[in-house]
T-cell receptor, first 115, second 109 residues
Framework: KAGVTQTPRYLIKTRGQQVTLSCSPI?????VSWYQQTPGQGLQFLFEYFSETQRNKGNFPGRFSGRQFSNSRSEMNVSTLELGDSALYLC??????????????FGEGSWLTVV | DQQVKQNSPSLSVQEGRISILNCDYTNSMFDYFLWYKKYPAEGPTFLIS?????DKNEDGRFTVFLNKSAKHLSLHIVPSQPGDSAVYFCAARIEKLTFGTGTRLTIIP
């Protein structure tokens, strides 16, 4: 069974630009969550989508947004990029919503560098 | 406000010995705890979990202990192997998973 797939794996953007990252969950999984990993900060929760609805949102500015499609695939968008947005962005999927007790499974991540 | 803390950024252990990774949390409402392992350039992979109604869960070489009164979680790996060298994250759940900052474990051959 295919795992969580994230594209692109690596990208470089300029300050002020915007970026869209894509995530395909494990087949049958309906919940997709996004995390940001930076050195020393661990994994910071961005948001979770379940059945095309945002269930939870972390403490990130409105420049960070996401959506989920009817096939459970998800995208996250960051507008007006700042240098501090350089990070590994991880997508995770689970059968049901995170609060329902399911283990979440991560993709390999998208490395974003803002210059 | 860091609700889940891993106070040791790194740990080195001799091969064959026991590795003990620690995690502290502040919110007594967390009902489920997990450990993930992460190699460079890969996403975190699930290792083991424990419900708040238990105090121990074992899976092969991995055992997780939960001390609710101390709000403390630990992961024991025995015996430690070179392939265990990675960054380990603990996570705790209420409505969503909150992760610690990670501990880099290095197994010395």
């Amino acid at each position: 069974k295919a795992g969580v797939t994230q594209t692109p794996r690596y990208l470089i953007k300029t300050r002020g630009q915007q970026v869209t990252l894509s995530c395909s969950p494990i087949s049958g999984h309906r919940s997709v969550s996004w995390y940001q990993q930076t050195p020393g900060q661990g994994l910071q929760f961005l948001f979770e989508y379940f059945s095309e609805t945002q269930r939870n949102k972390g403490n990130f500015p409105g420049r960070f947004s996401g959506r989920q499609f009817s096939n459970s695939r998800s995208e996250m968008n960051v507008s007006t990029l700042e240098l501090g947005d350089s990070a590994l962005y991880l997508c995770a999927s689970s059968l049901a919503a995170q609060g329902a007790g399911n283990t979440i499974y991560f993709g390999e991540g998208s490395w974003l560098t803002v210059v | 406000d860091q609700q889940v803390k891993q106070n040791s950024p790194s740990l080195s252990v001799q091969e064959g010995r026991i590795s003990i990774l620690n995690c502290d949390y502040t919110n007594s409402m967390f009902d489920y705890f997990l450990w993930y392992k992460k190699y460079p350039a890969e996403g975190p992979t699930f290792l083991i979990s424990i419900s708040s109604i238990k105090d121990k869960n074992e899976d092969g070489r991995f055992t997780v202990f939960l001390n609710k009164s101390a709000k403390h979680l630990s992961l024991h790996i025995v015996p430690s192997q070179p392939g265990d060298s990675a960054v380990y994250f603990c996570a705790a759940r209420i409505e969503k998973l909150t992760f610690g900052t990670g501990t880099r474990l290095t197994i010395i051959p």
